[in-house]
């Protein structure tokens, strides 16, 4: 039987501060990067402070090592906050902007095709709902770790 990685309990725990960010700085860029290259974009002290979080996410299966000694991503981890986000391709958005900008069209459309009968009850339901998923996806984006 072969051997497992690391358990995905394991990954989650170990995917936090710096190693996170190193994990989203690979996951963003998508190609292999070099240590000095990884310390001097995420602003790290030394070389060997990247180095560490390296070997961390090579250690854990999410990166690995090319033949130059560039590090890339592996496979993809969804975990911790990156559940609020999904990645399309360079872009990562908050899964609650798509639903902020559906009650925004279905708004507008309701203003736009019924402007001689509105009720007041629809106008708030989905303006309402639009603007409060507006709020809370500039909440989850001033959270985002990347």
């Given at each position: 039987?072969?051997?497992?990685?690391?358990?995905?309990?394991?990954?989650?725990?170990?995917?936090?501060g710096?190693?996170?960010?190193?994990?989203?700085?690979?996951?963003?860029?998508?190609?292999?990067?070099?240590?000095?290259?990884?310390?001097?974009?995420?602003?790290?002290?030394?070389?060997?402070?990247?180095?560490?979080?390296?070997?961390?996410?090579?250690?854990?299966?999410?990166?690995?090592?090319?033949?130059?000694?560039?590090?890339?991503?592996?496979?993809?981890?969804?975990?911790?906050?990156?559940?609020?986000?999904?990645?399309?391709g360079?872009l990562?958005?908050?899964?609650?902007g798509?639903?902020?900008?559906?009650?925004?069209?279905?708004?507008?459309?309701?203003?736009?095709?019924?402007?001689?009968?509105?009720?007041?009850?629809?106008?708030?339901?989905?303006?309402?709902?639009?603007?409060?998923?507006?709020?809370?996806?500039?909440?989850?984006?001033?959270?985002?770790?990347?």
């Amino acid at each position: 039987m072969p051997a497992e990685g690391p358990s995905r309990e394991k990954v989650e725990y170990a995917l936090r501060g710096k190693t996170l960010t190193v994990y989203l700085y690979l996951l963003k860029h998508g190609k292999a990067m070099g240590v000095r290259e990884v310390q001097k974009e995420l602003g790290f002290s030394s070389p060997s402070v990247a180095f560490h979080h390296l070997d961390k996410l090579v250690e854990l299966g999410v990166v690995e090592k090319d033949q130059y000694d560039r590090y890339l991503l592996a496979k993809k981890v969804d975990t911790g906050i990156l559940h609020s986000f999904v990645s399309i391709g360079g872009l990562t958005l908050p899964r609650l902007g798509f639903y902020a900008a559906f009650f925004t069209t279905i708004a507008a459309a309701y203003l736009i095709l019924d402007k001689g009968s509105l009720d007041v009850y629809a106008v708030l339901g989905t303006v309402g709902g639009a603007a409060v998923f507006w709020y809370e996806t500039w909440r989850v984006w001033r959270r985002k770790p990347f």
